[in-house]
């Protein structure tokens, strides 16, 4: 397993970081934090990416998309990363166009597929309860069988890119016990029928979420996803992938901010010296790299592994994410840190860069649950 990048990805690379350069610059999401009808990102950047075929890359050609792999989706996500772009490609591409194309649903797929791919519609994934601590068969969401379907009640919290969505594809309890592995199926609910109602939720670094409530909204049998009671295996598979995707974002994250740390070391002047020149900030600064480089490894071996369909790619993933949010948390406390007074303000990027490291770290399972999971895999 060869961890560099090929030519073709050095080019996507250099592309997508031109363009975000130009088209989300960190300060952007000052912007949208703090305009109270903004959904958390501009539609606008997101159609551009569009056009570009980021939302196109995972996708068979058969089905619309680029029939690219896992590594060049990382490549584009670490420069999305890179300039904090919170538009919602990991909620409706990702999570979201993946259940849709694993399901073997043709209705589904004619109907969604495609509008997803270019950002005509956005639809989001309910999947997290409350108490449920990543574990996604912990549902408390019921659908029960009628003569015409099904009718589901419950609530969902933190669903990543809910507000404003055109419909949330929602895991449900239609046997056995809340916890079970089996007895999860997956429904595609439009936002605008009857019984749906969407509250937006308030992240620590302004993403899109929602709280979604569902009471006694009726679906048909033609909106499953995949088999009854068998929703959890390509949840699971799809959580797998959105996880990869995340890593490649947090690591363009951490390593922009430390690159903005490694500037103001070399520019700050104290004593008459710029303070890149105290040897305790030198080995501060030596030990962000190298677990920065450490995660850059584990992230592009997930995603390596995966494409390569490797039998232990669940395994890399968890190892990734456990590694990825650790050195996160680490490059943007340093960031703070050496930043000084000015690293505190709301002025300063490094403290967005804070703000999504912490948000990061808990989607998909943090730094414990990962290393938890990397034991099971391993019997350990």
Not at 118 to 123: D, R
Not at 196 to 202: A, C, G, K, Y
Not at 281 to 292: V, Y
Request: net charge negative; with cysteine.
């Amino acid at each position: 397993m060869e961890l560099v990048l090929t030519d073709e990805q050095k080019m996507l690379d250099q592309s997508a970081r031109n363009f975000i350069k130009k088209a989300s610059p960190v300060a952007r999401m000052r912007e949208l934090r703090d305009d109270p009808e903004s959904l958390g990102y501009d539609k606008a950047v997101f159609k551009q990416m569009a056009k570009l075929d980021w939302t196109a890359i995972l996708f068979p050609e058969n089905l619309g998309g680029m029939g690219m792999g896992m590594a060049d989706m990382v490549v584009v996500m670490e420069a999305i990363g890179a300039g904090l772009a919170p538009e919602p490609i990991i909620p409706s591409v990702i999570l979201a166009g993946q259940l849709i194309a694993l399901s073997e649903n043709e209705t589904l797929m004619n109907e969604w597929l495609d509008s997803i791919i270019e950002v005509k519609k956005v639809v989001a994934v309910a999947y997290q309860e409350k108490k449920g601590r990543y574990n996604i068969a912990q549902v408390k969401t019921s659908a029960e069988r009628t003569d015409v379907g099904y009718i589901l009640n419950g609530e969902k919290s933190q669903v990543l890119g809910g507000w404003g969505a055109d419909a949330v594809i929602v895991s449900a309890g239609t046997s056995g016990q809340s916890g079970d592995s089996d007895g999860l199926t997956l429904f595609l609910v439009p936002t605008e029928a009857p019984g749906v109602s969407i509250t937006r939720q308030h992240r620590v670094d302004s993403r899109n979420v929602a709280l979604v409530r569902l009471e006694n909204v009726s679906v048909s049998e033609a909106n499953i996803l995949g088999q009854v009671n068998k929703g959890g295996k390509i949840l699971s598979k799809v959580i797998d992938m959105a996880t990869i995707t995340l890593c490649g974002e947090m690591l363009g994250g951490m390593s922009a901010v430390f690159e903005r740390t490694l500037t103001y070391l070399k520019e700050r002047i104290q004593f008459d010296v710029t303070i890149g020149s105290f040897q305790c900030l030198q080995h501060r600064a030596a030990r962000i790299f190298m677990e920065i480089e450490l995660a850059r490894s584990a992230v592009m071996a997930a995603a390596r592994g995966y494409d390569e369909k490797t039998d232990h790619a669940a395994a890399l993933i968890s190892v990734a994410k456990a590694r990825c949010s650790d050195a996160y948390i680490l490059a943007t406390n340093e960031a703070v840190q050496m930043h000084g007074g000015i690293g505190m303000s709301d002025e300063e990027d490094v403290g967005l860069y804070m703000k999504h490291a912490r948000a990061a770290e808990l989607t998909f399972g943090d730094a414990g649950f990962h290393r938890d999971r990397f034991a099971s895999i391993k019997g350990y």
